[in-house]
């Protein structure tokens, strides 16, 4: 199973940005998919996660600007960031938790995209 990650970017401060995360391998089922990120010398921090049945939940700090949804038929999970803010610099990491014929249910990430907000 693989996740990869695209959509990342230079933005300006409150502009906007669309990240995408599709996942391929011999997968059965995913659950849970969601989108962290790490700035520079900051921990891993959640940024939104999504059910399989489409409920969402986000950071605090992120609420009402960044907005989640996936595509069951497609493997693949977005994320659709406005009034993009400085602060939201980082490399952003999608993630499922997927059953694939081989492992199992097992916890997956991609390889990062970076997201940069000039001020």
């Known amino acids: 199973v693989q996740l990869q990650a695209c959509g990342g970017g230079l933005v300006q401060t409150g502009g906007s940005l669309r990240l995408s995360c599709a996942a391929s391998?011999?997968?059965?089922?995913?659950?849970?998919m969601g989108w962290y990120r790490q700035a520079p010398g900051k921990q891993r921090e959640l940024v939104a996660t999504?059910?399989?049945?489409?409920?969402?939940d986000y950071a605090d700090s992120v609420k009402g600007r960044f907005t989640i949804s996936r595509d069951n038929a497609k493997n693949t999970v977005y994320l659709q960031m406005n009034s993009l803010k400085p602060e939201d610099t980082a490399a952003y990491y999608c993630n499922a938790y997927v059953w694939a014929i081989s492992t199992g249910w097992s916890d997956y990430w991609g390889q990062g995209t970076q997201v940069t907000v000039s001020s």
């Open positions: 391998g011999s997968i059965r089922s995913i659950r849970n």
């Open positions: 999504i059910t399989s049945g489409g409920s969402a």
